[in-house]
């Protein structure tokens, strides 16, 4: 199993990685430690597939990656290459089981603990035009289509946004409609929304997304942070306090503490 228990390697094809997209090439190409290194030259030595997909997509880390093939050994038995291949994908289970969006509602703890009254119970969202930024499956984003006037579900990986809109399509929902972008480079217009939320996705570039968020959203207006419910402990999120955000905890799913946040944008 990976790290977080999201995924079994073993049902997983090296091939998965033929989804990548290029943020997420960059970070698994960046972020490795010496065996992660390895284990990844070995395993894209190995798959020229993917490799041709990582260093067309993400150019500027090609030299990365022809380095780590060029320090992978040759003659490995496959169960060897095999070892390395599920290594990787353990190493970057979130990125893995995005690839596969219909088992994340089983598989992820924050999305099958949570329940949709911790939204509605911090913010009115009726007749409101909502932004739900780094959408993933759609948490938040189909929770406030429930309420809302109108709400776009922003999310940078496509396998993701596909997923949103064949739902969207089966339940029938008219109201909501499915985007690409990046937190910290939303393609909207300033003051576009009168809510904007997200769960689990600022902190990487938190100025620039903390910012971002504020830009596109009305005066008056309110940014959330809604993360789902967590097997193990969280602690306060100190960089939203100290930005003014206001915290509203409670106890979830599994006993543990779950912590919102909100901010009203002020121009």
């Known amino acids: 199993m990976g790290t977080l228990g999201w995924i079994d390697p073993a049902e997983y094809s090296f091939d998965c990685m033929l989804h990548m997209e290029r943020f997420q090439i960059r970070y698994i190409l960046e972020s490795p430690d010496e065996e992660g290194r390895k284990a990844l ?16 997509r993400c150019p500027e880390d090609a030299a990365l990656a022809n380095r780590y093939i060029s320090e992978a050994p040759d003659g490995l038995a496959p169960e ?20 596969t969006p219909e088992r994340m509602a089983e598989k992820c703890p924050f999305i099958y603990g949570w329940r949709k009254q911790s939204l509605y119970e911090i913010c009115d969202l009726t007749g409101k035009t909502v932004l739900d930024v780094g959408s993933g499956t759609g948490r938040l984003a189909f929770a406030a289509a429930e309420r809302a006037a109108f709400v776009i579900a922003s999310e940078p990986v496509e396998t993701l946004r ?23 480079i939303l393609p909207f217009p ?23 968020l504020a830009r596109v959203t009305k005066n008056g207006g309110w ?13 306060r999120n100190e960089r939203l306090l100290a930005d003014g955000w206001e915290e509203l905890a409670y106890t979830g799913t599994f006993g543990q503490t779950t912590r919102r946040y909100r901010k009203q944008v002020r121009k």
């Not at 949103?164 to 910290?184: P, S, T, Y």
Request: net charge negative; with cysteine; hydrophobic share 40%.
């Open 80 to 99: 060897e290459i095999r070892s390395c291949e599920a290594a990787v994908l353990g190493s970057f289970e979130d990125f893995v089981i995005y690839t």
């Open 162 to 184: 596909q997923f949103m809109r064949d739902e969207i399509a089966r339940r029938g929902i008219r109201n909501m409609r499915v985007c690409d972008g990046m937190c910290h």
């Open 41 to 56: 030259g070995i395993a894209l030595k190995a798959n020229p597939k993917v490799l041709w997909h990582f260093i067309h």
């Open 190 to 212: 300033d003051d576009t929304f009168d809510v904007t939320m997200s769960g689990h996705v600022v902190g990487d570039l938190f100025r620039e997304e903390v910012e971002e």
């Open 223 to 235: 940014l959330l942070d809604v993360p789902g419910d967590q097997k193990n402990p969280t602690k």
